[in-house]
């Protein structure tokens, strides 16, 4: 079985983990500092997002070197001490490969401007628009020409039918992987590939089941991404990545998954991401992405909203067991472990497009920076008075506690999996012998289950066959 198959994956914001020389901004060497965290935890691996030089345009997914490191972030030597930290540790790590464009400012933008995706007109070529809102095209105000962004205009799309384009990257692959990487995320990757008759996508005719801007929202993704020749260019970095392994972040419902999961290992299931907290939406989220089989189950991530936010914070205990009992890999992002919620943001937000409040610093202790930073925070600290790391260690009886019991129970579990439908208010399904319960609602529910608790979320949630609210078990079954 590959190591990641039943991996939990601790996702890490650098600029938000531990700052470790006192700017403020969190690096390399203070996520080195604090691997023993994730090793209490007890999880195998972690995901940093971006630490390359940037603008900043969009906090690192918009890179300007692709095989080096951001000096506010530390340099090669503090990526090989992490490394090699983490190996010791038994912890593989994950980058983040940004493959559908660079920054603007990426000397490629102006060496090799065939590797970009411009207008064959004076103007924007067609009606497709930017993830961020707006039109996907700009004018580059040095040479007059229009180019494709298919986010803010400081990320020019590449060009994937450049073999050009395949070489510069699969490099960047196997460089990283020479220097200990263990495999990537790939971001944006149903961007990656646009028609290349730049045709117009139609008018939207279903609902989308992914939140997109209102404009995004009007047309169906038909040519602007999505499209099947990405399949070349996805085996291209399958090619240079060799057996690490490869998560894709496809803004797509499950049903497209498929034909990414021929070339990629896994995929994040975003219908489960947006699920609202009710039953019925999160069995109809689960049941088809678990039936792929080699899906990334994830709550919450840097881009959306905070679990605690979203969910509510009675909920957290039960959508931390869902997360983790159900079968596959599970994504944790920094931070949901004691219960974080969406801060304040900043004002003027560093984030145009409204992301700051997912972002705000961990927080490993009381004090008034919460252990993040010498220095001052870029972003505050949220609470850390209220929920801090060093305070739930200590503590059994904690959400983070609960998170370490639970990824060392999943283990436990044995694989299979059947859904089982049509009980009211709950999430529940058996893993072989066992069978997960979750209360999704504010009142008692009845359980389908009878064989004695080996995991809970409360202590005793379970009274005459109901399921107390906002609980969750793991009962082994006989027969
Ligand atoms: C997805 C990343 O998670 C997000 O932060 C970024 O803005 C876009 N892709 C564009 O790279």
Redesign the pocket.
């Known amino acids: 079985m590959p190591w990641w198959e039943q991996a939990v994956v601790y996702q890490i914001y650098p600029r938000s983990f531990q700052d470790s020389d006192g700017d403020g901004v969190g690096d390399l060497r203070g996520i080195t500092q604090r691997l023993d965290h994730l090793v209490w935890l007890g999880v195998d691996a972690f995901w940093l997002s971006p630490f390359y030089p940037s603008p900043l345009a969009?906090?690192g997914?918009d890179v300007s070197d692709y095989t080096s490191v951001d000096p506010q972030f530390g340099s090669l030597d503090d990526f090989d001490e992490l490394v090699a930290a983490a190996h010791e540790r038994g912890l593989r790590i994950l980058l983040d490969l940004?493959l559908?464009?660079t920054s603007i400012g990426h000397p490629w933008f102006r060496e090799h401007p065939d590797w970009y995706i411009w207008s064959p007109v004076d103007g924007p070529p067609n009606n497709w628009v930017s993830?961020f809102g707006g039109p996907a095209w700009s004018r580059d105000e040095e040479t007059g020409r229009w180019y494709l962004h298919s986010?803010y205009p400081e990320?020019p799309d590449l060009d994937w039918r450049n073999p050009e384009v395949v070489e510069a990257f699969q490099g960047v692959v196997r460089f990283w992987i020479d220097r200990g990487a263990d495999g990537f995320r790939l971001?944006?990757i149903d961007r990656l590939i646009k028609d290349d008759q730049l045709r117009d996508d139609p008018p939207a005719t279903d609902t989308f089941p992914l939140p997109l801007r209102e404009d995004a929202a009007k047309l169906q993704r038909l040519y602007s991404g999505n499209r099947p020749e990405a399949f070349d260019a996805l085996a291209s970095i399958r090619a240079a990545a060799g057996d690490a392994l490869l998560v894709g972040?496809v803004f797509q419902p499950t049903s497209e998954y498929p034909r990414y999961l021929e070339v990629l290992d896994l995929v994040f299931a975003f219908e489960f991401l947006f699920s609202p907290w009710k039953a019925k939406r999160l069995r109809a989220a689960v049941g088809p992405a678990a039936e792929l089989g080699r899906v990334a189950w994830v709550m919450s991530?840097?881009?959306f909203e905070r679990l605690a936010t979203r969910v509510g914070p009675e909920n957290l205990r039960a959508a931390a067991m869902l997360l983790l009992a159900l079968p596959g890999a599970a994504f944790v992002y920094q931070g949901d472990e004691i219960g974080l919620a969406n801060g304040p943001g900043a004002d003027p937000p560093f984030d145009r497009?409204g992301?700051d409040p997912m972002r705000h610093p961990m927080q490993w202790d009381a004090t008034p920076t919460g252990g993040f930073t010498s220095g001052e925070p870029w972003l505050p600290p949220v609470d850390p008075g209220e929920r801090n790391v060093e305070a739930q260690r200590d503590d059994p009886g904690s959400l983070m506690s609960l998170y370490r019991l639970l990824i060392e129970g999943r283990k436990l579990l044995g694989d299979g999996f059947r859904l089982l439908e049509g009980l009211e208010g709950l999430v529940s399904f058996a893993r072989r012998e066992h069978i997960v319960a979750i209360n999704a609602t504010a009142g008692s529910q009845a359980a389908p289950v009878t064989g004695p608790p080996e995991l809970t979320t409360h202590p005793d949630p379970l009274a005459d066959g109901l399921l107390a609210p906002h609980a969750g078990v793991v009962t082994r079954e006989s027969g």
Do not use: G, K, T
Request: proline residues 0%.
């Open positions: 969009d906090f997914y940004i559908c464009h993830s986010f990320q971001d944006a972040e991530n840097h881009d497009a992301r």
